[in-house]
């Protein structure tokens, strides 16, 4: 269970407050309601792009990390296609720090145009170095805008290509930033040893300040329901081939979202998993071979990904997979088996509420999908899933019909 209050300042920017007595840290978490599947087609890579450009100086404060360093504090931040997140542990004492630097810069980014030279040779760098230029880089690149039709997310959060993030112009990033980064589009939350008249004291005097921006009115196109099959063979040079079958599955908040994270379990989770057991070790099928989801807010994808084993023939392999996939279908699993799973899950819940950056973000990221209780609704949900709604679960995803088979073949081996 983790406590905590709440409150919204008059700018629209969402408060919460946990107190955690048992550490010295504190951490300032603020999640922004932006991702990859926020930007324009053409321009693509935007929210990355910001992850880069907001530890880039604002007005006041020059070097973002230089005054955090000198009062022992730690940042960083991640994109992906739903949201932005930046973070800040420092020691109680200094945590005014943390507001000052992140109050600053969600007022007045410092828009340079040495600052965006910078940034968009780093990000063009990465999008080479991990995207291009890695074996297996390119994979979701080339998975994303098969599968998906119409839903921006059909790009990755580095963005389409590199292309959109050389021709951004500063009214571009601009116009991005004063559209998303403002606080009624963001939720903080401050873990450790604090009170909430002391974060509304320190909120009012550093946030409240700051303007309220435009609403965050999304409309984005649905994606709609696949009606046949996908194949696609690619050839790299890379050490092995990699098999990754890929299934329309519901969005983030539908209950068939925890069964599904269920399955993924069930399927490849822990030694005793049935892939591990029977396509890992039994049948040397794959060297590995995984299932898992995405946890997109929107309907999202069930992913089954594994490295085929040398002179194993791709296609037997696909085959058992569909087997172990069937079964799920076929038979009711066990009551063991399902509590095995559950209670993995259970001590994994466990372990991220243990640090209070975890905790921060888990009521971050609950607050923004819904509201912020659900960080101790989520385990009962689990809990209540019974094996008749993995069977009905299985019959509804894995069908040939909503399946991306993708053969990425070794031509080492070819």
Same mark, same amino acid.
């Given at each position: ?10 700018? !629209? ?22 991702? $990859? ?29 230089? *005054?955090?360093?000198?009062? !022992? ?78 839903? *921006? ?5 580095? !963005? ?7 021709? $951004? ?30 974060? @509304? ?12 921006? *435009? ?11 696949? @009606? ?126 243990? !640090? ?59």
């Amino acid at each position: 269970m983790i406590n905590y209050e709440k409150f919204t300042l008059d700018n !629209g920017l969402k408060v919460i407050v946990h107190k955690d007595e048992s550490t010295p840290i504190v951490a300032l978490n603020i999640l922004y309601n932006v991702g $990859a599947r926020d930007e324009d087609e053409n321009k693509t890579g935007f929210a990355h792009l910001f992850e880069h450009l907001m530890f880039g100086g604002s007005v006041n404060i020059p070097n973002f990390d230089e *005054p955090l360093q000198r009062v !022992g504090g730690e940042n960083n931040a991640f994109t992906n296609n739903d949201v932005t997140n930046y973070y800040i542990t420092v020691p109680k004492n200094n945590l005014e720090t943390a507001f000052w630097l992140e109050s600053d810069r969600m007022l007045s980014l410092a828009f340079s145009e040495k600052s965006l030279e910078v940034q968009r040779n780093v990000v063009i760098e990465e999008f080479k170095q991990r995207y291009l230029n890695q074996p297996y880089g390119d994979l979701w690149l080339i998975l994303r805008p098969w599968i998906y039709k119409v839903h *921006p997310y059909k790009w990755a959060t580095i !963005g389409k290509e590199i292309s959109h993030i050389e021709n $951004a112009t500063m009214d571009d990033v601009k116009s991005f930033f004063h559209k998303f980064y403002c606080p009624n589009n963001a939720v903080m939350v401050v873990a450790g040893n604090v009170e909430t008249q002391e974060i @509304k004291l320190l909120s009012e005097k550093w946030f409240a300040g700051i303007p309220k921006g *435009p609403e965050n009115n999304r409309n984005l196109p649905v994606e709609p329901k696949q @009606k046949e099959a996908q194949f696609l063979v690619v050839e790299r040079n890379v050490p092995s081939s990699m098999l990754i079958i890929a299934f329309h599955m519901s969005d983030r908040m539908s209950r068939e979202y925890y069964t599904a994270n269920l399955i993924s379990d069930v399927l490849s989770s822990g030694n005793s998993s049935r892939f591990n057991q029977k396509l890992v070790k039994e049948l040397q099928l794959f060297s590995d071979l995984d299932a898992y989801i995405l946890g997109s807010f929107d309907n999202g994808l069930f992913v089954v990904s594994g490295m085929v084993s040398e002179n194993i023939d791709i296609k037997e392999a696909e085959e058992k997979v569909w087997f172990e996939l069937l079964a799920l279908q076929n038979d009711l699993i066990s009551e063991n088996e399902l509590n095995k799973v559950k209670n993995k899950l259970e001590s994994q819940q466990m372990l991220s509420e243990l !640090g209070v950056l975890d905790k921060a973000m888990n009521l971050a990221f609950a607050e923004l999908l819904k509201d912020a209780s659900m960080v101790n609704e989520e385990l009962d949900i689990y809990n209540s899933i019974q094996a008749i709604e993995i069977q009905e679960l299985a019959k509804k995803i894995f069908r040939k019909e909503n399946s991306n088979t993708l053969h990425y073949l070794s031509n080492q081996n070819l």
